[in-house]
């Protein structure tokens, strides 16, 4: 699966790359917008993708619309 990159989003460093392409076919990248791509282990667990090329655990946070966000009308 090819996608674009995002045109506001930093282009991933090479070791990023190699290890996206080392990863096995069970992990699932669950996101990649930012330039931090967030895979998903076969255990479940979020794990972010330094720019060093490294995993790192992590958690999710969906964004959310502020309470204080009136619209105008």
Known sequence: MTTRPSPHSS???????????????????????????????????TLRLQRDGRLAATTLVESVQSYLHVPRG
């Open 11 to 45: 282009p991933l460093t090479r070791r990023q790359l190699r290890r996206l392409e080392t990863l096995t076919d069970d992990y699932r990248v669950v996101r990649a917008g930012d330039g931090t791509p967030i895979v998903e282990s076969p255990t479940g667990q």
